[in-house]
Structure formats: C-alpha cells, structure tokens
C-alpha cells in the first residue's frame, strides 16, 4: 500500500464491495486497516492494508463460515476481530446483551490468544446495553471495545464526550470509533463537512486511548470520500486520506494550475495539466506532493479533481429528547445485507429440515 505516514496507524476505512478502494493507497496514505461488516475470504484486501473480520450477528450464514473465515484472515496476516454489529439496534444485529454474551463465547472467545478481540460495536445510543453486555460477559477476553458515533456536524464536542466516557470504563480498554460522521451530510456545504473531518480526526488522532477509527463515507448511503462514486477521491477523500486531519480544502495556484493547499500540519502541492489559476483544477492530476510533518511522499494519481460527492444519508430524529440519543437515521448499508443472509439462512434451515424428514420416511 505504499509507506504510511507519520501517526497513521489509527484512521481506516468501512467500506462495501463494490467500492472502489486503489486510490485511498499510495505513499504517505494515512489508511491502513479496513473492515466491511463482514469476514469473507472473498473479500478484498486493498494494498495489503489489514483486513479485520466481523461476525455481524448472530444469525446470520456467516455463522455457518465464521470460523474457518476467522482463522485464513489470521493466517493472512489479520491481528484483530470485530463482534456484531449495533445489536442494540432493531434494524442492525438486534440482540439483547445477554443472547450477545452468549454467543461471543461461542464464536470469538476461541481466537483469544490469536487475536485482539471487540465488543459488539454500539452507536451512540448504545451506552446501557454496551454496559449490560460487559456485565454478563465478564468473564470473556475482551481486548478493545468499538463504538459508533453519528450526530450534526457541529456537536464534535459531542463526539468527544462520548469517546471519552468510553474511555474511561473499567479496565481501561482501548477504543475503536468504527463508524462516524455528521446526521446532517446531505445539507453541509464542503467547508462545513471538512471542518467536522478536520476536527474530528484531530481530536481521534491525539487522543491515546482511541486505537483506531473510521470514518462513514466509503460505503453504500454515503460515498462522500469518493468523487462521483470513485475510484477518484473526493476533497473529503484526499483531506481523510493524506492530510493530518487539520489542513484545509482551500487552495492557491498559478496559471499553470499548480496549487498549494494551507492550512494545519499538512499540505498538498498538486500538478494539474489544464488547471485554473485558483489551483481548483479540473483537468487530470499528473502527480500529488503530499508533506506531511515533515515527511515528503509522492504519489500518482489519474483521477479528475472533483467537488466532494454528496453524501445521501437523511437527517437524524430525535429520539428521548436527546441529539445523542437519535437514531442515526442514515441509509442503512447493512440492511439488505442482512435480509439476504437471513433468507439464506431460512433457506438452510428449510433444506435442513427437508433432510430429516427425508431419512425419516427412508
């Protein structure tokens, strides 16, 4: 995948199979793990950036590949598993603490030792069942806990509170923010969507209890990172991928087209053949010059400068009378994903059934 920049181990990327992934590699890239709420060996694994698997729920066919799944993505190279996916929501893994307890000791609690293993990963309406479900697995291997995170793009303040109260649960576990992002995307201009990035990933990059993170916007319901669907990055893209979390979209350029962006602890000098004289290009890139405290990398790049695509996610409702306590209301990437595996399952339990009957009658 190229050489990572400075302080990039934390940022990575929740993306579905049809995303197109080749651009958010390169040298100096700041990407350097993925998940797709899923753990097929059929799966790619974009520029050897660590794939981790997650067993989305419990009822699901990736029940019946989980393990054998779990244990070729280790044997490539994989050092972590995700549990299910927002099960305290009815709409996404949907189980009780309990029913969740146990089945990670059925399906996770066999890596421990070969992995680090997560909690099921709650939104951030999740804090009540995240507890209960730490009280009756207390005695599981549970090595970091994931949390999701969605709500206006100007309550980052927000965000932090909530990954800090994570912090500070007991026993100290590290903390992953595997999806994130402002309710309101859809209604942001690019400088307010930017600003959130800017903020967010700064406060998650100097924070030292939050491990790794992702930002929502390389999968199905929200392509913001993407230029008009990809492969192309976005400005967004480009801010999340090479930038240090605190530089800027704007830019300045000469009549050749080639610009310079400001801002922060990073900045990028792009080479544009027919750009414009405000270093907005929008011919092709030739070469992007990403220094990135300090440290200079290279990288080619045949894409189209774009503005950020916009992202189709609706706004959040309220719910209890808190913001944070909404429903993150975005289009749900997961869902069709989840009626295909359920049909799939009430499939096999059909066959299943067929075939008792069938040596029954023999």
Known sequence: MGSLALGASKRGLAYNENIPLKEFGGNGTY??????????????????????????????????????????????GSTHLLAFNEPEQSAQANLSPAVAASFYRVYLEP???????????????GWDWLNQF??????????????????????TSDLEMWVNKT???????????????????????????????EQATNFLDTTPCVERY????SADGDESLLANGGPCLSTLGKQYTYGS??????????????????GG???????????????????????????????????????????????TRPACKKRRGRDRACTHARAYQHVHYHMHQHDLQE???????HNLEHQHHK
């Open 347 to 353: 499939e096999h339990q059909h066959q299943h059934r």
């Open 31 to 76: 990407i350097s793990w993925q998940y797709n709420w899923g753990s097929s060996t059929a799966h790619k694994q974009d520029n050897g950036r660590e794939y981790v698997p997650m067993l989305w729920s419990n009822y699901t066919t990736a029940n019946f590949t989980w393990t054998a799944d779990a244990q070729a993505w280790i044997a490539n």
């Open 265 to 311: 602890q990073s900045q990028t000098n792009v080479t544009i053949s027919g750009g414009t004289s405000d270093g907005v290009g929008n011919g092709m890139f030739t070469d992007v010059v990403a220094s990135i405290d300090g440290a200079t990398a290279t990288t080619a790049s045949t894409c189209i400068t774009t503005a950020v695509a916009v992202s």
């Open 111 to 125: 890596f421990a030792g070969q992995a680090k293993l997560g909690a099921p990963a709650v939104s951030n309406d």
């Open 134 to 155: 730490l009280g009756n697995c207390s005695d599981c291997t549970i090595d970091f806990i994931p949390v999701h995170w969605y709500n206006p793009w100007n309550l």
């Open 214 to 217: 992702a930002y929502f916007g």
């Open 245 to 262: 979390g605190s530089g800027s979209s704007s830019g300045s350029g000469d009549e050749n087209g080639v610009g310079k962006g400001t």
């Open 167 to 197: 912090c500070g649960l007991p026993a100290g576990r590290p903390v992953w923010v595997t999806e994130f992002g402002p309710t309101d995307a859809a209604s942001l201009t690019t400088d307010q969507q930017n600003t959130f990035l």
